[in-house]
């Protein structure tokens, strides 16, 4: 997907709005997000009717209802094989997948490792706010140790996942982190994880006001800042000293390599098939199947 | 294709001109390599032939069978009487003990080698078998090509037989010699020592089939044609999770389709598989997964998403013994109530089921015209016996109209709804780069506009406009098939791979005088109920015949109709293929005097 020709009319964030109000609570995280990705699409001139915005289950998969693009709100964690359908069979659109922790991490997990190690080209935006929100506050994958929740009533006995390690781990090739109460900065790392080539995962911090309380969102507030000047994202070595940090919460692209994506290397395996010939057509298979001696 | 077809049986005057060869033995033994050469020969002087393979689960090593049936006139099912049997191994026949049957007189070939000695008594062939021993193995080290046992058995075969010798030499030539000359050279050699060794014995009298060869036939497996079936509909993305029996699909579309400007992605599960495949139909690309029971089961969910968000998408189920691991590598029917039922809520669908290797080609693509003029998926039934087994085919026969994905014109753009409520049922669906076909959809029930919704009243709206694209459907493919004369004693009721058996029996009860008919439906759901209920009331008697332990076919019958009260189920478990003379025995009895006494 490339910036649109300069003769189309400019987009501007509120032209990738729909009509359909969130059901979100005031004060969640998400609205930050959907913010953010209004002006992330509009910095980089995304046509709407070549983009795909796609989500699983959960109170922040209902976001592709919200954006005037192609749209589909899944099943609970499917987002990410839905997203690859579409990548794979139409490279000239932009695919967005959108969804929770619970959705991309626990019941979705596998298809988490796979579409970062095909190096899809997708754009995942993982929505953490550390709970099952829609579900009225169960645990997660990511709720911290120890905490209380209406599924861990003596504390979660469980360790928890660093989301972005999992993605280094699993071969994705941009991996970023955001706090969606910092806009300018989740607008900033949405529109570089959109220009990426490749598996592009950013975890933004999405603070739930209704089932974490205002806690969560002061935590993290008081803990994010923005990785420091001159680290080196080119290493993983280095990327995983901003995983699982307990007393601060690094912003910024923690990883990002160039290699080719898994359309680059499809549509190589078109070219070789094929070599100089046409297009094989049925009739030419049908002959592979006499016997020929 | 639509309505009802009336196939014509196999002609009742016909002399058994046709011969059932099976080869057993140990992995290694090259029992797979023998029946490739004589079907592909058989295919080559233009015979009609149906191999079918069986093993055990192991890997490599273990048992395997293959039969292979020949003949110059039209089969329609492995031969379960076999004529000829060559033996490698005692210990691994036993293991398909009461699945390769000999018929009376059999001819068996034995290698003196086999430690494990058996005697008629054992095998039930009783005492017109002949028993021939052949040292296999000793003729093919004495050539100088040790490890050829299989190729010296061909060129006993041959010569036993009469068969015709250049064509199978060819044949040997080609398999072996395609990497190394060398090695085509040894090949030869076995097989000349092979053709000596045979003449040595004589000719079997009465055992050979007289033909005269025509043009070359394609041969080809169900798997196989159910793939090219859908790159002839324009399946244009493929995604699937290796499950035996149904990969060689997979590995089909994994091969072709880049040459055709298509792509395969293998999932990391059949979870991921239907839901790429429903995404990129989705994105306006022609889809297709397939897979086995187990499968299935894991991609009900998407089924249902399928069925809500109104995507088309083609799902093929070859079919394999179960529940759970259950059989993989052998044939039953019992996947009929999941692909009809399977799922939460009322999630409208489409089942197909295909009856033989050519109609895998058929059903596939006919899948695709129904899920993309409905926008609903729909399961394509095979199963392991028509999905591996390889037939000769008609090359003129694998036509088949191709409905293209069709999008909104600009009038339907105008004032867009994604889920208008139409008549039909189905709406226009807009994809990808059509500027006023965007829309916003999901799996929540949605009102017109797509937009999530939860009132009752447009939950049972968008519920009745999902379920009135089923009335058409069943109207405009009442497809099934009628076999036998227009009125009957007793009419047969079976579906899927059960055709064959069923056809030539019908031929062996028309040959006594015996009026039987049978109906064999294709569409599974929504089913061909006025065809047969005007079936059902052209017979007497009706004959449920199954392979399912639980008689899921018989009791979908009686969900969607009345079947007479003295209805005979036949049905038994899976792992070994309906046969000929199953479906003859059912006949008889009915038509033998104390029929009452021996219920079925």
Same mark, same amino acid.
């Given at each position: 997907?490339?910036?649109?020709?300069?003769?189309?009319?400019?987009?501007?964030?509120?032209?990738?709005?729909?009509?359909?109000?969130?059901?979100?609570?005031?004060?969640?995280?998400?609205?930050?997000?959907?913010?953010?990705?209004?002006?992330?699409?509009?910095?980089?001139?995304? &046509?709407?009717?070549?983009?795909?915005?796609?989500?699983?289950?959960g109170?922040?998969?209902?976001?592709?209802?919200?954006?005037?693009?192609?749209?589909?709100?899944?099943?609970?964690? &499917?987002?990410?094989?839905?997203?690859?359908?579409?990548?794979?069979? +139409?490279p000239d659109?932009?695919?967005?997948?959108?969804?929770?922790?619970?959705? $991309?991490?626990?019941?979705?997990?596998?298809?988490?490792?796979h579409?970062?190690?095909?190096?899809?080209?997708?754009?995942?935006?993982?929505?953490?706010?550390?709970? %099952?929100?829609?579900?009225?506050? =169960?645990?997660?994958?990511?709720?911290?140790? $120890?905490?209380?929740?209406?599924?861990?009533? %003596?504390?979660?006995?469980?360790?928890?996942?660093?989301?972005?390690?999992?993605?280094?781990?699993?071969?994705?090739?941009?991996?970023?982190?955001?706090?969606?109460?910092?806009?300018?900065?989740?607008?900033?790392?949405?529109?570089?994880?959109?220009?990426?080539?490749?598996f592009?995962?950013?975890?933004?911090?999405?603070p739930?006001?209704?089932?974490?309380?205002?806690? =969560?969102?002061?935590?993290?507030?008081?803990?994010?800042?923005?990785?420091?000047?001159?680290?080196?994202?080119?290493?993983?070595?280095?990327?995983?000293? %901003?995983? &699982?940090?307990?007393?601060?919460?690094?912003?910024?692209?923690?990883?990002?390599?160039?290699?080719?994506s @898994?359309?680059?290397?499809l549509?190589?395996?078109k070219?070789?098939?094929?070599?100089?010939?046409?297009?094989?057509?049925?009739?030419?298979?049908?002959?592979?199947?006499?016997?020929?001696? | 294709?639509?309505?009802?077809?009336?196939?014509?049986g196999?002609?009742?005057?016909?002399?058994?001109?046709?011969?059932?060869?099976?080869?057993?033995?140990?992995?290694? #033994?090259?029992?797979?390599?023998m029946?490739?050469?004589l079907?592909?020969?058989?295919? +080559?002087?233009?015979l009609?032939?149906?191999?079918?393979?069986?093993?055990?689960?192991?890997?490599?090593?273990?048992?395997?069978?293959?039969?292979? +049936?020949?003949?110059?006139?039209?089969i329609?099912?492995?031969?379960?009487?076999? #004529?000829?049997?060559?033996v490698?191994?005692?210990?691994?026949?036993?293991?398909?003990?009461?699945?390769?049957l000999?018929?009376? $007189?059999?001819?068996?070939?034995?290698?003196?080698?086999?430690?494990?000695?058996?005697?008629?008594?054992?095998?039930?062939?009783?005492?017109?078998?002949?028993?021939?021993?052949?040292?296999?193995?000793?003729?093919?080290?004495?050539?100088?090509?040790?490890?050829?046992?299989?190729?010296?058995?061909?060129?006993?075969?041959?010569?036993?037989?009469? @068969?015709?010798?250049?064509?199978?030499?060819?044949?040997?030539?080609?398999?072996?010699?395609?990497?190394?000359?060398?090695?085509?050279?040894?090949?030869?050699?076995?097989?000349?020592?092979?053709?000596?060794?045979?003449?040595?014995?004589?000719?079997?009298?009465?055992?050979?089939?007289?033909?005269?060869?025509?043009?070359? *036939?394609?041969?080809?497996?169900?798997?196989?044609?159910?793939?090219?079936?859908?790159?002839?509909?324009?399946?244009?993305?493929?995604?699937?999770?290796?499950?035996?029996?149904?990969?060689?699909?997979? =590995?089909?579309?994994?091969?072709?389709?880049?040459?055709?400007?298509g792509?395969?992605?293998?999932?990391?599960?059949?979870?991921?598989?239907?839901?790429?495949?429903?995404?990129?139909?989705?994105?306006?690309?022609?889809?297709m997964?397939?897979?086995?029971?187990?499968?299935?089961?894991?991609m009900?969910?998407?089924?249902?998403?399928?069925?809500?968000?109104?995507?088309?998408?083609?799902?093929?189920?070859?079919?394999?013994?179960?529940?759970?691991?259950?059989?993989?590598?052998?044939?039953?029917?019992?996947? @009929?109530?999941?692909?009809?039922?399977?799922?939460?809520g #009322?999630?409208?669908?489409v089942?197909?089921?295909?009856?033989?290797?050519?109609?895998?080609f058929?059903?596939?693509?006919?899948?695709?015209?129904?899920?993309?003029?409905?926008?609903?998926?729909?399961?394509?039934?095979?199963d392991?016996?028509?999905?591996?087994?390889?037939?000769?085919?008609?090359?003129?026969?694998?036509?088949?109209?191709?409905?293209? +994905?069709?999008?909104p014109?600009?009038?339907?753009? /105008?004032?867009?709804?994604?889920? &208008?409520?139409?008549?039909?049922?189905?709406s226009?669906?807009?994809?990808?780069?059509?500027?006023?076909?965007? %829309?916003?959809?999901?799996?929540?029930?949605?009102?017109?506009?797509g937009?999530?919704?939860?009132?009752h009243?447009?939950?049972e709206?968008?519920?009745?406009?999902?379920?009135?694209?089923?009335?058409?459907?069943a109207?405009?493919? =009442?497809? /099934?098939?009628?076999?036998g004369?227009?009125?009957? #004693?007793l $009419?047969?009721?079976?579906?899927?791979?059960?055709?064959?058996?069923?056809?030539?029996?019908?031929?062996?009860?028309?040959?006594?005088?015996? *009026?039987?008919?049978?109906?064999?439906?294709?569409?599974?759901?929504?089913?061909?109920?006025?065809?047969?209920?005007?079936?059902?009331?052209?017979?007497?008697?009706?004959?449920?015949?199954e392979?399912?332990f639980?008689?899921?076919?018989?009791?979908?019958?009686?969900?969607?109709?009345?079947?007479?009260?003295?209805?005979?189920?036949?049905?038994?478990?899976g792992?070994?293929?309906?046969?000929?003379?199953?479906?003859?025995d059912?006949?008889?009895?009915?038509?033998?005097?104390?029929?009452?006494?021996?219920?079925?």
């Amino acid at each position: 997907m490339s910036a649109a020709p300069p003769t189309l009319p400019a987009f501007v964030p509120n032209d990738y709005k729909t009509d359909l109000k969130p059901v979100w609570c005031p004060g969640c995280g998400d609205f930050g997000v959907l913010t953010a990705l209004y002006r992330a699409m509009a910095e980089l001139q995304l &046509r709407p009717e070549y983009t795909a915005v796609v989500s699983g289950i959960g109170c922040s998969s209902r976001l592709p209802g919200y954006v005037e693009t192609y749209g589909f709100n899944t099943v609970h964690g &499917r987002a990410l094989p839905l997203a690859t359908g579409v990548a794979v069979s +139409r490279p000239d659109v932009k695919v967005i997948a959108v969804g929770g922790d619970g959705d $991309g991490l626990a019941i979705g997990g596998n298809h988490f490792m796979h579409a970062a190690r095909r190096n899809l080209d997708v754009t995942y935006l993982l929505m953490d706010n550390e709970i %099952y929100g829609l579900t009225k506050g =169960q645990v997660a994958p990511t709720t911290p140790t $120890g905490d209380r929740t209406k599924t861990t009533h %003596y504390g979660n006995p469980e360790p928890s996942v660093d989301p972005c390690e999992l993605a280094i781990s699993f071969g994705a090739t941009w991996v970023g982190r955001a706090f969606s109460g910092d806009l300018k900065g989740t607008v900033e790392l949405v529109a570089k994880a959109l220009r990426h080539r490749g598996f592009a995962f950013l975890n933004v911090m999405s603070p739930c006001v209704t089932w974490r309380g205002d806690e =969560q969102f002061k935590t993290l507030k008081a803990k994010a800042r923005p990785i420091p000047a001159g680290h080196d994202a080119s290493s993983r070595i280095e990327a995983f000293r %901003y995983t &699982r940090e307990t007393e601060v919460l690094s912003t910024g692209v923690l990883y990002e390599v160039k290699t080719p994506s @898994l359309n680059d290397r499809l549509d190589a395996i078109k070219k070789s098939a094929r070599g100089d010939a046409p297009a094989s057509t049925v009739a030419d298979i049908v002959k592979t199947f006499l016997p020929s001696f | 294709m639509d309505g009802v077809t009336v196939e014509g049986g196999v002609s009742p005057a016909m002399s058994r001109r046709d011969l059932t060869i099976a080869m057993v033995g140990a992995g290694g #033994d090259g029992i797979v390599t023998m029946g490739d050469i004589l079907s592909q020969a058989g295919a +080559r002087d233009g015979l009609n032939v149906i191999k079918t393979e069986a093993y055990g689960p192991q890997i490599r090593g273990g048992e395997s069978s293959c039969v292979v +049936r020949l003949s110059p006139d039209a089969i329609y099912e492995q031969g379960d009487a076999v #004529d000829v049997l060559v033996v490698f191994s005692w210990a691994d026949f036993g293991r398909f003990k009461g699945e390769v049957l000999p018929a009376p $007189g059999a001819v068996v070939l034995f290698d003196e080698a086999d430690p494990v000695a058996r005697t008629k008594e054992d095998l039930g062939l009783g005492a017109s078998a002949r028993w021939i021993a052949v040292p296999f193995a000793k003729i093919a080290g004495d050539a100088g090509a040790k490890g050829s046992k299989n190729v010296v058995g061909l060129g006993v075969l041959t010569s036993l037989l009469g @068969l015709r010798q250049e064509t199978i030499r060819r044949a040997v030539e080609k398999r072996f010699g395609r990497k190394k000359a060398a090695v085509g050279e040894l090949a030869l050699k076995a097989f000349e020592a092979g053709l000596a060794h045979g003449a040595t014995l004589g000719k079997l009298e009465g055992r050979g089939i007289a033909f005269a060869p025509g043009p070359a *036939k394609l041969i080809m497996s169900g798997n196989e044609a159910a793939a090219l079936g859908a790159l002839h509909a324009g399946c244009r993305f493929f995604a699937g999770y290796p499950i035996t029996p149904s990969t060689e699909i997979l =590995q089909f579309a994994e091969e072709w389709l880049p040459k055709m400007g298509g792509t395969v992605v293998q999932t990391e599960d059949e979870l991921a598989a239907i839901g790429a495949v429903v995404g990129a139909s989705f994105a306006g690309v022609k889809s297709m997964t397939a897979t086995s029971g187990p499968g299935l089961s894991l991609m009900t969910e998407m089924l249902g998403l399928a069925s809500m968000a109104e995507i088309p998408c083609v799902i093929v189920d070859v079919q394999r013994g179960g529940p759970s691991t259950g059989l993989p590598t052998k044939s039953e029917q019992s996947d @009929l109530w999941q692909a009809v039922f399977a799922g939460h809520g #009322d999630a409208p669908r489409v089942v197909i089921a295909a009856s033989d290797v050519e109609d895998c080609f058929h059903t596939t693509v006919e899948a695709f015209n129904i899920s993309e003029e409905f926008q609903i998926p729909v399961v394509v039934l095979t199963d392991q016996s028509i999905g591996q087994r390889r037939e000769t085919l008609d090359p003129a026969r694998l036509v088949h109209p191709v409905r293209g +994905r069709a999008v909104p014109t600009a009038e339907e753009l /105008a004032d867009y709804k994604r889920y &208008r409520d139409t008549p039909e049922g189905h709406s226009p669906m807009s994809v990808p780069g059509m500027k006023g076909g965007i %829309y916003q959809t999901n799996g929540l029930e949605h009102d017109e506009s797509g937009r999530p919704a939860s009132m009752h009243l447009v939950h049972e709206k968008m519920n009745a406009k999902r379920h009135r694209k089923l009335a058409p459907i069943a109207e405009k493919f =009442q497809r /099934a098939r009628r076999l036998g004369p227009a009125k009957a #004693d007793l $009419g047969i009721v079976c579906w899927g791979s059960s055709k064959g058996a069923v056809k030539e029996a019908l031929a062996l009860a028309e040959a006594r005088g015996e *009026k039987v008919a049978a109906f064999i439906p294709e569409m599974i759901s929504p089913f061909p109920v006025k065809a047969l209920e005007s079936f059902l009331a052209s017979v007497g008697s009706v004959l449920v015949i199954e392979v399912s332990f639980a008689a899921q076919f018989a009791k979908y019958l009686r969900t969607i109709t009345t079947l007479p009260e003295d209805t005979i189920v036949f049905k038994r478990s899976g792992g070994k293929n309906l046969s000929i003379s199953e479906v003859d025995d059912q006949i008889r009895r009915f038509f033998s005097p104390d029929r009452k006494q021996v219920p079925a």
